[in-house]
């Protein structure tokens, strides 16, 4: 073999026959158009995950309140803050274990199996007599329900390059609807027996579960996906038996260096030792920079349901649970219409720290205008409400996505999962703070009217724009670093 052959067949990339990552390598090089179906199937399976995370607030406030475990109407915050973090405690105890387990046994079982946790103990959180089996359901959907980290990783390596940060987006997107859709589903069909008495009736089992039926709608499409998500292919490169194909490459090898052949070669074996994650600034960066964001989130979420559904004497909307769940479903629909169209366009622009830090500022004076929203009444009231909503959710969620793009970027293939673990343990422990303190805050500030400093849900508001404000500070260098190729 001459050297030129040699150099030529060092640089095609070599297959493995039985690997299902080869297969989708291969598949990706053979189709050039954008992926519609790996898009939908992708958002299908976050979406059901992200559902049953925050459709539980806009009723929670109901639900804590028919355990007749407050005392006070004040203090139904607290106990709703408890159940709140108790899926993010449990997500954050074991995201690692299950991102090692996607980079050893691949992406697709950990997330069928995240989907099936879904449909089990979602249901029975729906059937919840008392706080404790609340908190036990939440905790149980939480630390079995490893989904989040490999499905990142999933759609960073379904896509073809130029397509990669659409399918990170679609992520965040979908994530996005899903913690503005739960909690409309919440809404809408919580309490149906009440809203709904000519379908259903006190006696029935909706009657005796006000909570149960957003509950259970949810994990009945989950279970749809659960089965369609079966036929999802498989990216985790899995080389055993290649040993014949391996001393070949080395015989080629060998062969060129004697030639004076210098070439990259260009392999799908992961076989280089790797890199601590710990040490790698770029990855660790970028997730410090989306907990502290992801706690500001989490707070957010949970405080804009207590906050819509409080009496106004309390500072509050006095809405229904149908109300926030009409708000929010506006949301979702902006969201999805700007991140499927606006946002790639934007981070080819201006990249995703820039994107990142930008609707990081553009936040703070948003979240400062909230105690003045609940001043107006009328149709006022709900325009100005759904327009800030909108607005909110879109820079939050660009935010996520520009960082979940920071993340990938850092790291290989065969460490993404257990980098992803990483950040969804981080994020869930700053998560969990969000809803306990989140509560607890707002308890607070609903006892201190008539202050001069901040009154009311004015100090609520500042505290959410002062963690937003360190995470925009966290964006610059030469604390947040992009990893480039």
Same mark, same amino acid.
């Given at each position: 073999?001459?050297?030129?052959?040699?150099?030529?067949a060092?640089l095609?990339?070599?297959y493995?026959?039985? %690997?299902?990552?080869?297969?989708?390598e291969?598949?990706?090089?053979?189709?050039?158009g954008?992926?519609?179906r790996?898009l939908?199937?992708?958002? =299908?399976?976050?979406?059901?995950?992200?559902?049953?995370i925050?459709?539980l607030?806009?009723?929670?406030?109901?639900?804590?309140?028919d355990f007749?475990?407050?005392t006070?109407?004040?203090d =139904?915050?607290y106990?709703?803050?408890? +159940?709140? %973090?108790?899926f993010?405690? @449990?997500?954050?105890? &074991?995201s690692i274990?299950?991102?090692v387990?996607?980079?050893?046994?691949?992406?697709?079982?950990?997330?069928?199996?995240?989907i099936?946790?879904v449909?089990i103990f979602? &249901?029975?959180?729906g059937?919840?007599?008392n706080? !404790?089996?609340?908190?036990?359901?939440r905790?149980?959907?939480?630390?079995?329900?490893?989904?989040? @980290?490999? =499905?990142?990783?999933?759609?960073n390596?379904?896509f #073809?390059e130029?397509?990669?940060?659409?399918? +990170?987006?679609?992520v965040?997107?979908?994530?996005?609807?899903?913690?503005i859709?739960?909690p409309?589903?919440?809404?809408?069909?919580?309490?149906?027996?009440e809203?709904f008495?000519?379908?259903f009736?006190q006696?029935?089992?909706?009657?005796k579960?006000?909570?149960?039926?957003?509950?259970?709608?949810?994990s009945?499409?989950?279970?749809?996906v659960?089965i369609?998500?079966? !036929?999802?292919?498989?990216?985790?490169?899995?080389?055993?038996?290649?040993s014949?194909l391996?001393?070949?490459?080395?015989?080629?090898?060998?062969a060129?260096?004697?030639?004076?052949?210098? %070439?990259k070669?260009q392999?799908f074996?992961?076989?280089?030792?790797?890199?601590?994650l710990?040490?790698?600034?770029?990855?660790?960066?970028?997730?410090?920079? *989306?907990c502290v964001?992801s706690?500001?989130?989490m707070?957010y979420?949970? =405080?804009?349901?207590?906050w819509?559904?409080?009496?106004?004497?309390?500072? @509050?909307?006095?809405y229904?649970?149908e109300d926030v @769940?009409t708000?929010?479903?506006?949301?979702g629909?902006?969201?999805l219409?700007?991140?499927? %169209?606006?946002?790639? *366009?934007l981070? #080819?622009?201006l990249?995703?720290?820039? +994107?990142?830090?930008?609707?990081g500022?553009?936040?703070?004076p948003?979240?400062s205008?909230y105690p003045?929203i609940?001043?107006?009444?009328?149709?006022s009231?709900?325009?100005v409400l759904?327009?800030?909503?909108?607005?909110?959710?879109v820079?939050s969620?660009s935010?996520? &996505?520009s960082l979940?793009?920071l993340?990938?970027?850092?790291?290989?293939?065969?460490?993404?999962?257990?980098?992803?673990g990483?950040?969804?343990?981080a994020?869930?422990?700053f998560?969990?703070?969000?809803p306990?303190?989140g509560?607890a805050i707002?308890?607070?500030?609903?006892?201190?009217?008539?202050v001069?400093f901040l009154?009311?849900?004015?100090?609520i508001?500042?505290?959410l724009?002062?963690v937003m404000?360190?995470?925009?500070?966290? &964006?610059?260098?030469p604390?947040l +670093?992009?990893?480039r190729?």
């Open positions: 073999m001459g050297v030129e052959e040699q150099k030529e060092l095609q990339k070599h493995y026959e039985n %690997c299902p990552g080869c297969k989708v291969k598949l990706k090089e053979s189709r050039r954008l992926p519609i790996e939908v199937s992708i958002w =299908i399976v976050v979406l059901c995950s992200a559902l049953p925050s459709s607030y806009p009723f929670l406030y109901f639900m804590i309140r007749h475990i407050a006070r109407e004040e =139904i915050g106990y709703a803050g408890c +159940v709140g %973090c108790s993010l405690f @449990g997500r954050a105890l &074991t274990f299950w991102g387990v996607a980079d050893h046994y691949g992406r697709k079982p950990v997330i069928i199996m995240g099936i946790v449909v979602n &249901t029975l959180f059937l919840s007599v706080i !404790w089996m609340a908190i036990t359901m905790f149980l959907l939480g630390s079995l329900n490893g989904l989040l @980290g490999p =499905i990142k990783a999933y759609a390596e379904i #073809r130029e397509y990669q940060a659409l399918g +990170v987006s679609a965040s997107t979908a994530w996005g609807i899903g913690l859709l739960g409309a589903l919440g809404g809408y069909l919580a309490q149906p027996a809203k008495p000519s379908i009736s006696e029935s089992v909706f009657g579960f006000p909570y149960f039926l957003p509950c259970l709608t949810i009945v499409f989950a279970l749809v659960s369609a998500s079966c !036929w999802l292919p498989e990216t985790l490169h899995m080389h055993h038996g290649s014949e391996d001393e070949s490459r080395k015989d080629m090898e060998t060129s260096l004697k030639s004076g052949v210098k %070439c070669t392999e074996e992961g076989k280089a030792p790797k890199k601590s710990i040490r790698n600034w770029p990855l660790m960066s970028a997730i410090m920079t *989306y964001f706690l500001h989130d707070a979420s949970e =405080i804009f349901s207590l819509a559904v409080s009496p106004r004497r309390l500072g @509050g909307l006095s229904t649970t @769940g708000v929010l479903s506006i949301s629909a902006g969201l219409v700007f991140q499927t %169209c606006l946002y790639p *366009y981070d #080819r622009l990249g995703p720290v820039l +994107v990142a830090r930008i609707c500022i553009l936040s703070i948003l979240l205008s003045f609940a001043m107006l009444t009328g149709i009231l709900s325009i759904n327009c800030a909503s909108v607005a909110k959710n820079l969620v935010v996520f &996505t979940f793009l993340q990938n970027k850092a790291v290989d293939q065969d460490q993404r999962g257990a980098a992803n990483i950040a969804m343990t994020m869930s422990l998560k969990a703070v969000g306990a303190g509560g707002f308890s607070w500030t609903q006892e201190r009217q008539d001069a009154p009311g849900n004015q100090m508001f500042f505290i724009n002062v404000a360190i995470g925009v500070l966290m &964006t610059f260098e604390f +670093v992009e990893c190729d």
